[in-house]
């Protein structure tokens, strides 16, 4: 029976599909598809493309990827699953590697397509030219500075399937000649996109000053320092740039960085609408609502679908939205290269002459620095989202001993006492426990205050800052020393150290290389820079060299470019009990080493540049490897 009425129903449908013409039945138009032409002649359309391409920005540290913002010693990684990156001793030569030239087809098409439209506002069209130029050259300076000198493809190329593709194949360029395509680039472009200080997420014109005046820095610098490493170079220029060349590109620096500076990008500015410096100074990473100092971002939006779980994963355990966070802790190493306010520098005051340095209250040891470690740092003794962090390590007795736990706020019963108290924070540190401030510290820098961003079903909408007037600023003194102009460069460095609350300026006679380099470090820390300054100025294999460092290393050299920083270290709070002494409920500190670090990391030459891998090279023989690799 069944089979019958199925044989009815299929004759049903057959007959009902024949009673209109198959081929106009078959040859509709789909209905969830936008021809070429039909995106190329609405505004609207071309916009919804290049957002696309936006949103594929190739970034190397970024809020989405909280584990590249903290790389290198800057931090320590409270993740039992990220331990073992402490008990490695280097990386391998494919570390930081990308090669998408499927994007950068993709744009190469956006852009023929783009020429061809006649029914676009002409301004308009080359607005959107403009942007797409901006992104692609954005990429390839991503790609040199990991790669070095690559293919510069600039039209859409495709395979005519004729068992032949070696007119697919291109040699590498140099990498100074990538470098003068990006700053040629961004040379065009800057006086095309609007001039308009208020536009944060597409490319303006400051945006293009502010790309053209680092990619020329580092030009300049692998030009100057690549000569201390002659073995980190090709002979084809592939790797390695003349160092007749070092002046040129150090002016080109200085002079985009000077036209962001005097106004002819727009109104930028440093962020000081605060007047609690170090709050200042963590809200020009979230204040959204009058920023002079952000030229160009990724943005997010609570409710508009683009968030990210920075503050999840990052906020002190102790009292956050979700029972999780507290992921990046800040070394002490870099705690302690914020200098004191007068401009020097100083470990910090935890010993003196062999005894213990007494402090009344937790934070008092953190007194009197740089505005900027506050800011960027959340420290014992200090708050967030207006509760009060925990961090504290136990109980130090009258003999020396240690009473402490293995648990988050833990309470025992001290010698002479009846009755349990709490003998260690409810933020740790307690060592291998995750999720705790295990080197005495949280990260503050892109941790968003707002009510639920720290929650799972909310995130947070911080935007990313990928160039800021601040480090405009350090880019033009850096080129400005590098150029013979000290009283340019201090000019420079002190405006961006008044905002931090330094109270001695910077003469010409005081500024040093090192001075340029610890500048960059505590300004920039956490947005994605610091590798790539050690890298242009062949200092990570003398920074990283694969040995272990000791605690009477971690105090010394403060400030000092060439500072091994191979291990991370932390300094632990804990409290006096020694009832009737005058001591007795003060906080005393002690610096340690974690047990999970157990390796020291070694930066190889290889590690210069990222590996161009076999399957490339098979693909495309006309490809050189990179050197020491």
Request: glycine letters at 10%; a negative charge.
């Amino acid at each position: 029976m069944k089979k019958y009425i199925f044989t009815i129903l299929l004759a049903l449908i057959l007959a009902l599909g024949c009673s209109k013409n198959d081929e106009e039945f078959l040859d509709r138009p789909p209905s969830s598809i936008l021809t070429q032409e039909q995106i190329f002649t609405d505004p609207s359309a071309v916009l919804s493309v290049l957002g696309d391409l936006y949103n594929r920005y190739n970034d190397f540290g970024t809020v989405e990827d909280w584990p590249s913002l903290a790389r290198f010693n800057v931090a320590y990684w409270s993740e039992a699953g990220r331990y073992p990156e402490f008990q490695n001793d280097g990386w391998g030569f494919g570390e930081w590697g990308t090669w998408d030239y499927g994007y950068i087809r993709e744009i190469n098409l956006f852009l023929e397509r783009l020429s061809e439209a006649t029914e676009l506002d002409e301004e308009l069209k080359a607005r959107f030219m403009a942007e797409a130029q901006f992104l692609r050259a954005s990429y390839y300076f991503e790609l040199v500075k990991r790669m070095g000198g690559v293919p510069l493809i600039l039209e859409s190329e495709t395979y005519d399937f004729s068992g032949d593709a070696s007119y697919l194949q291109h040699p590498r360029e140099t990498e100074a000649a990538i470098y003068d395509f990006i700053i040629s680039e961004t040379d065009a472009l800057k006086d095309i996109l609007p001039t308009d200080a208020n536009s944060k997420s597409r490319a303006t014109k400051g945006a293009a000053l502010a790309m053209q005046a680092r990619a020329a820095l580092y030009a300049a610098s692998i030009a100057k320092y690549g000569a201390t490493t002659p073995q980190v170079s090709l002979p084809g220029g592939e790797v390695g740039i003349p160092a007749s060349r070092a002046d040129e590109y150090y002016t080109k620096a200085l002079d985009a960085a000077q036209s962001i500076i005097d106004g002819e990008a727009g109104a930028y500015d440093l962020y000081t609408n605060k007047p609690n410096l170090s709050e200042n100074f963590s809200s020009l990473f979230y204040d959204k609502a009058n920023n002079p100092e952000a030229i160009f971002v990724e943005d997010y939006l609570v409710g508009g679908g683009k968030t990210h779980g920075f503050t999840i994963v990052n906020q002190p355990r102790f009292g956050a939205e979700e029972e999780e966070g507290g992921r990046i802790n800040p070394s002490l190493q870099f705690v302690q290269s914020f200098e004191l306010l007068d401009g020097t520098y100083a470990p910090l005051a935890n010993e003196m002459g062999g005894d213990p340095v007494y402090y009344d209250n937790i934070g008092d040891i953190f007194q009197g620095r740089d505005a900027r470690l506050a800011g960027t740092v959340i420290l014992p003794g200090t708050t967030f989202k207006s509760k009060p962090v925990d961090i504290w390590a136990g109980v130090v007795l009258a003999d020396g001993s240690i009473v402490s736990g293995d648990s988050r706020g833990q309470e025992k019963t001290l010698p002479g006492a009846t009755g349990q108290v709490q003998v260690v924070g409810f933020d740790g540190p307690i060592d291998g426990l995750e999720f705790t401030a295990q080197t005495g510290f949280y990260i503050r820098k892109y941790q968003d205050p707002n009510t639920g961003s720290g929650r799972r079903g909310t995130q947070s909408d911080v935007w990313f800052i990928r160039y800021r007037f601040g480090e405009v600023l350090l880019n033009a003194a850096e080129a400005a020393f590098e150029l013979g102009q000290p009283d340019v460069a201090a000019g420079y460095l002190n405006r961006v150290r008044e905002r931090a609350g330094i109270t001695t300026p910077l003469t010409a006679s005081d500024v040093t290389f090192d001075k340029i380099a610890h500048e960059r470090y505590v300004e920039l820390a956490f947005e994605g820079l610091h590798f790539f300054d050690l890298k242009r100025w062949r200092l990570a294999h003398i920074v990283l060299d694969g040995n272990p460092i000791n605690e009477t290393e971690v105090t010394q050299n403060i400030g000092v470019a060439t500072k091994r920083e191979t291990q991370p270290y932390s300094i632990w709070p804990y409290k006096y009990y020694n009832p009737g002494d005058p001591n007795d409920g003060k906080y005393l500190y002690k610096i340690s080493r974690l047990s999970r670090i157990t390796g020291a990391d070694r930066f190889q030459f290889g590690n210069y540049y990222s590996e161009i891998g076999q399957n490339l090279i098979n693909n495309n023989p006309k490809l050189v490897r990179n050197p020491n690799q």
